[in-house]
């Protein structure tokens, strides 16, 4: 049964080696072979703790008689990681020190999310009316400033005193900064023009470096790329555009000697493998009902809420166009986490 059975399952065996069965093996993309566990497992989980240690103090409760049912971080051959609800167990059948691993993928229900609007809950589909309302008022204020914008220029042009002057430069300048809010619109209405093409994930962020550790004013900015990502099929401006506003984001929570961690790694999810940009800072995190709602234009967690604008709801929008995902997690004292899913080109 194990070695037929269609669900991924591993053997524990005592001397901390593993073994596949075929639907196993198929996931893992290696051998069923026996292998050692740290073969399928990053050096850490995604709470921080060390996988090997966390794997060794499951496995003797579970040898006690107490199954385990958790959430897991793997990595396959090629260093795509992935998250498994699992389920941990003696093997009876094969010895008094064998356990048993069950594992069920995670992700299916965001990728659903991601791409059937149809299917989404109550407060999705209010969130998909809102977005639509948005391009469409967009549209139509970014016609009116093109006109205010136009007509300002051509008084520019014509000979005036210095007061007048300055008083068209200011007409010029507000119609400018609302041209910006209404592109922010329509980025989260996902209605923005786009121009799509294979883009290098590691190199686009490559590529930002010098401009991102300007813009942190201090604080510190380090990236962790995975090699051999692959590319993703994304509008590169607005991607670039979106990470800024993520990396900014998090500026706003530390303090000047702060620090904001950027890393790029595939993740293997329904309905195929992902690639996955990930800021995460060091500042005072978020109580879960604050990052529950971390996408909703105009929300802050700062006692002003002066410039909270569109903030993280234009990234969501842009994302998503782009056929992709975006997750906040936070906890107090422990930072904020942004990760942006993208399907592999």
């Known amino acids: 049964m194990f070695e037929t ?25 290696m051998a069923a072979a026996e292998v050692p ?32 049912a958790f959430v897991w971080r793997f990595r396959r051959c090629d260093g795509v990681l992935f998250d498994c609800d699992v389920s941990l167990a003696r093997a009876e059948w094969d010895g008094p020190e064998a356990l048993s691993m069950v594992m069920n993928l995670r992700g299916a229900s965001w990728a659903r999310k991601a791409g059937h609007p149809g299917g989404l809950p109550q407060r999705a589909r209010a969130a998909e009316a809102v977005a639509r309302l948005a391009g469409g008022v967009a549209h139509d204020f970014n016609n009116l400033l093109t006109a205010i914008i136009g007509n300002a220029q051509l008084l520019m042009a014509r000979p005036h005193d210095a007061e007048e002057q300055d008083s068209i430069c200011q007409i010029e300048t507000a119609a400018e900064r609302a041209a910006g809010i209404t592109h922010k619109l329509l980025a989260y209405s996902g209605r923005e023009p786009r121009v799509e093409r294979r883009v ?24 962790t790329l995975s090699p051999c990502l692959g590319a993703v099929t994304v509008d590169p401006s607005q991607l670039e555009q979106a990470v800024t506003d993520i990396v900014l984001n998090a500026r706003q929570a530390v303090a000047r000697a702060g620090s904001i961690a950027i890393e790029t790694y595939g993740f293997l999810a329904p309905p195929g493998t992902w690639a996955v940009l990930s800021v995460t800072d060091n500042g005072p995190g978020m109580e879960p009902a604050a990052c529950a709602r971390a996408f909703e234009p105009y929300f802050s ?7 909270a604008g569109l903030g993280l709801s234009a990234v969501e929008g842009v994302i998503r166009q782009s056929g992709g995902h975006v997750q906040a997690s936070s906890r107090p004292g422990r930072g904020t986490t942004v990760t942006i899913y993208l399907p592999l080109a």
Request: net charge positive; proline share 6%.
């Open 5 to 29: 059975a269609q669900q991924p399952m591993l053997l524990l065996r005592r001397q901390g080696t593993v073994i596949l069965n075929a639907a196993a093996s198929r996931l893992f993309g």
């Open 200 to 223: 290098e994930l590691n190199g686009l962020v490559v590529g930002m470096h010098d401009r991102l550790q300007q813009l942190l004013e201090g604080a510190s900015l380090t990236m």
């Open 301 to 307: 967690t700062r006692e002003t809420r002066v410039g």
């Open 37 to 68: 566990l740290s073969a399928l497992i990053p050096p850490r989980q995604p709470d921080g703790h060390d996988s090997e240690r966390t794997a060794a103090w499951r496995a003797r409760s579970a040898l006690r008689g107490w199954p385990q």
